[in-house]
């Protein structure tokens, strides 16, 4: 007897590829970086040959400023599904499309994060994406600079990047291209008004950024919190803003990170955004670098993750 079969004939499905762990009779592999899930036997039980996944994209950069409050950048998107041999807690955004796999490699695709610039009134970059199989998360939005108030091609994503302060209207838009259920939320706006001029939050797996308010910058929106790991964790937190730091910006006007590694913002003077947490993908927090340059937040780069019976 080996171990995909007993005496009764009992096959289960064995594959290969990323860091192997196991949770009671489950196996979950997780991808931090590109790689091939290669399965070499099938289950007897065709159920159980639909896998579990989470597939999470890396976030965006987070705005660098060199006055206004920069926006932070969105989470990269979250997309789960438990298969219907499973039994972890799932989370709120499971239902994504099903997956089942024949005897064959799957490469995987892991989105790195976006970069947060160090230049005057610079963009955030969008977040890369991950793929298995069918399925694809969108990179995380850009945040957004006081350069213009047009929204950039590159806002927009899993979630959307928070839009700078000084502009009610320059947010991104989450959960582009749309999914069901959706991939992520919308940046909130930054305030139009000082003299605390706040950055919005990025948007997060499962909560919309929140909309600058001075004197305080707006947090980055909630990620998604699932046990297919075998314990709970969240992802794909969206970064907090940036705050003009004169006068009186303190720790408490920064735009806190969302639960699932998003980035605070800066609350200067010479404040960076922080990084989003990797493997995570976590949005970028807003830079508050007034009077001198300093980077936004990088964001945190995503994760694939492939859970199945193994016994």
Known sequence: ?????????????TA??????TSGDFKIHSF??????????????????????MVVAGGGGGSGQTSNGG??????GFREFKGPADSYTASPLNGSSPITVTATGFPITVGAGGVGPASNGAWGT?????VFSTVTSA????????????????MPGGSGGGGFAGSPTTVGTGNTPPVSPPQGNNGGPGTPTGPLYSGGGGGGATAAGVAGAAPKAGNGGAGATTSIT???TAYAGGGGGGVTPSPGANPSTIGAGGTGGGGPGGAGPNTVGVNGTANTGGGGGGASPYPS?????????GIVIIRYKYQ
């Not at 007897?1 to 499905?13: E, I, P, W, Y």
């Not at 036997?41 to 065709?46: F, G, K, M, P, T």
């Not at 969008?126 to 991950?130: L, Q, R, V």
């Open 32 to 53: 931090t970086g590109p790689g091939t899930f290669c399965v070499s036997a099938i289950s007897s039980v065709a159920a159980e040959n639909t896998v579990s996944y």
């Open 293 to 301: 340059l300093v980077t936004g937040g990088t964001g945190g780069s």
């Open 16 to 21: 290969t590829g990323g860091t192997i762990t």
């Open 230 to 232: 075998g314990s709970p």
């Open 126 to 130: 969008k977040g890369a994406n991950s």
């Open 139 to 154: 990179g995380g939005g850009q945040g957004s600079s006081h350069i213009s108030t047009c929204v950039p091609a590159n």
């Open 1 to 13: 007897m080996d171990s995909t079969s007993n005496v009764t004939g009992r096959v289960f499905l």
């Open 71 to 76: 926006g932070g950048a969105g989470a990269g």
